[in-house]
């Protein structure tokens, strides 16, 4: 099996643990990425969503894993279609979350960018719809993101 092939796989069994727990694998992620990884999140660690910014290593990235579950509630986690290109994977699927604080849900796309070196994970950038994960996180439908800045 090629990299890429290799690299989808890791991908596909990862995100079905995800899913089938709701979110309580996250010694699993642990195990997939480097000990450099560099990751990112597209809230860019807005307020009431601060954990969803980047890290830099694998130890500070388990604080992502752990406030997701302190803060919210997995519905469903649908991968998708997995695109692979040499060390790239690019999943597409989608999510559905409950704010704990809110109970407001959030449904939207995700799609995933992974970059692999040396058999584990290197950089992972997460794309989402901010907007409505910001609504939810506040309890408001109608939340601008500016409005939340100046809030904070």
Not at 43 to 57: E, M
Not at 95 to 114: C, F, I, L, Q
Not at 130 to 145: E, I, K, M, P, S
């Amino acid at each position: 099996m090629g990299s890429e092939a290799t690299n989808v796989a890791k991908l596909q069994e990862a995100y079905a643990r995800w899913s089938d727990t709701k979110g309580h694998s996250a010694d699993h992620w642990m195990g997939l990425v480097a000990d450099d990884i560099q990751f990112g999140s597209l809230a860019q660690g807005a307020p009431r969503v601060t954990f969803l910014k980047s890290y830099s290593n694998r130890d500070a990235l388990a604080d992502y894993f752990a406030a997701v579950l302190v803060d919210w509630e997995m519905i469903h986690f649908t991968p998708g279609e997995f695109v692979a290109q040499d060390d790239r994977v690019v999943m597409r699927g989608s999510m559905a979350w409950r704010n704990k604080h809110t109970g407001r849900t959030v449904e939207t796309p995700k799609v995933d960018y992974w970059r692999f070196a040396g058999g584990k994970a290197v950089e992972f950038y997460e794309y989402y719809d901010t907007a409505r994960v910001l609504a939810a996180a506040c309890g408001d439908t109608h939340v601008a993101y500016a409005d939340l800045v100046k809030t904070a």
